[in-house]
């Protein structure tokens, strides 16, 4: 795969980063939080801020991290990455699915749901170019980004990261994330590994994907059967569908002005029957209703230009172009006017995201790396049934035995969703109600969720 990198490589790459930091532990007193402004009273602290990434400090990634509301010392340190690629986990992950705060209009309100009651949580925005995050040498005109040199960059963070806060670095650790994070991540993880086997500095734990992009063809081509089940098209746009058009083609065919005159037959009437009043990441809700739908830029090119204007987008984007809480979190626009949800800067190897990664997944599992795939099961853009289909495919590859039945498990007296568990290490569970960004939409699951995970219990079977 072209993302891999030499272990050569890395280390020389550490190497050079070792010798431009000064004292980086240090600096972690600049990163804290005094407050954000509008925020409610909270008895943990929070820290934002930049890692450089070269000698000069021309490329910079910025990160938000939250302690846990109680004892973070005893607490696992989980990453958390958002997809797009090109949007941002400060803006989505933090401000509008799994972080203390959302913001209401006049300022923060906590979220009783936050993933800081299990973990010290640290939300990174990636790739350079994403949020506040910048290339101030090449601010106007950014370098094609590709998945190998997130990966690197995202590493090189981390490591970084952990000079500054050196009581992490033993900590277990886990990282989290939805969407293109299933390129994201399993490819930082991977070169995690290769670099523990010389130097160990990474204790990580397991890794869990929301929704995730893992192998293109099946993910995609499993929304013809979420859009004709859920009443969303109609009986001859399904046959037409499944019989004369790969969907999965469609990026590629997109973007090279290739798209055949069948399939853009199927994208109109797809496109037409589902309507654009119904979200396409939650199809139960109204469009009024918040959601986060600029991750649509990528996975769904052709919706980019008809995005919805939702609440919780607009009052996450106003809250932070506010001066105040930029000076607050220590964050500034370099090469930008103002912070976006996804970058319109960014250049990204769009056809990356037809690069499989679950066969990455399957490596880490070997590696003893406990791995969890989640669904929200109202999301038609990344369907429930491709992510459940490679989930199993991958268990038969790596000969892993079932060792829950397919069941549901409960948050407090309702369904929370259904669950597989193949070997103790590869688990499948849906989150029921839940979009796209499953924590936004079915936050109090989604917490019974990620607790379980960390902990390495099984999901409750009864209430």
Request: proline share 5%.
């Amino acid at each position: 795969m072209a993302m891999r990198m030499t272990m050569g490589g890395i280390l020389l790459m550490f190497l050079l980063c070792a010798c431009m930091v000064v004292n980086e532990a240090s600096l972690a007193a600049f990163d804290k939080i005094k407050k954000l402004p509008g925020q409610p009273p909270v008895g943990f602290q929070q820290f934002s801020g930049y890692v450089t990434l070269d000698a000069k400090k021309k490329r910079a990634l910025f990160y938000y991290f939250v302690e846990a509301e109680v004892d973070p010392v005893s607490k696992p340190l989980v990453l958390w990455l958002n997809g797009g690629p090109g949007c941002s986990s400060l803006g989505v992950g933090a401000f509008s699915e799994n972080g203390p705060f959302r913001p209401n209009g006049q300022g923060l309100v906590r979220n009783e749901y936050s993933w800081n009651k299990e973990a010290n949580m640290l939300y990174l925005e990636t790739p350079v170019g994403v949020g506040f995050s910048y290339d101030s040498s090449n601010s106007s005109d950014y370098q094609v980004v590709t998945d190998a040199i997130t990966a690197k960059d995202n590493l090189v963070f981390l490591h970084k990261w952990f000079l500054k806060f050196p009581q992490y670095q033993q900590r277990d650790l886990f990282i989290t994330g939805e969407s293109y994070a299933g390129h994201y991540i399993p490819q930082l993880a991977e070169l995690m590994v290769q670099f523990n086997k010389k130097h160990k500095m990474f204790n990580l734990k397991g890794i869990a994907l929301g929704n995730p992009v893992l192998e293109y063809a099946t993910d995609l081509n499993s929304r013809a059967e979420f859009f004709w089940s859920h009443g969303l098209i109609s009986d001859s746009t399904y046959k037409l569908f499944t019989s004369a058009c790969n969907y999965s083609r469609y990026v590629s065919e997109y973007y090279r002005d290739a798209v055949s005159p069948i399939c853009s037959k199927v994208y109109t009437l797809v496109s037409k029957e589902t309507s654009k009043f119904v979200d396409k990441y939650d199809v139960t809700l109204d469009v009024c209703i918040p959601s986060v739908l600029a991750q649509s830029k990528i996975i769904t090119p052709q919706q980019v230009t008809e995005r919805v204007d939702v609440c919780v987008e607009d009052e996450t984007v106003n809250y932070l172009n506010r001066r105040d809480v930029r000076r607050a979190m220590h964050a500034r626009l370099v090469g930008v006017r103002k912070w976006e949800v996804c970058s319109n800067i960014l250049d990204y190897e769009l056809l990356n995201i037809e690069i499989p990664t679950i066969n990455i997944v399957g490596s880490l599992i070997k590696e003893g790396v406990r791995v969890l795939v989640y669904s929200g099961d109202q999301d038609s853009v990344i369907p429930l049934m491709g992510s459940r289909a490679l989930v199993n495919r991958l268990a038969t590859q790596l000969g892993l035995k079932t060792s829950v039945p397919y069941r549901v498990w409960f948050e407090g007296q309702q369904v929370g969703g259904w669950t597989q568990v193949y070997g103790n290490v590869l688990s499948f569970a849906t989150v029921r109600g839940a979009s796209h960004e499953a924590p936004f939409s079915q936050p109090e699951r989604s917490l019974v969720l990620f607790r379980s995970f960390i902990k390495g219990n099984a999901l409750p079977e009864t209430f």
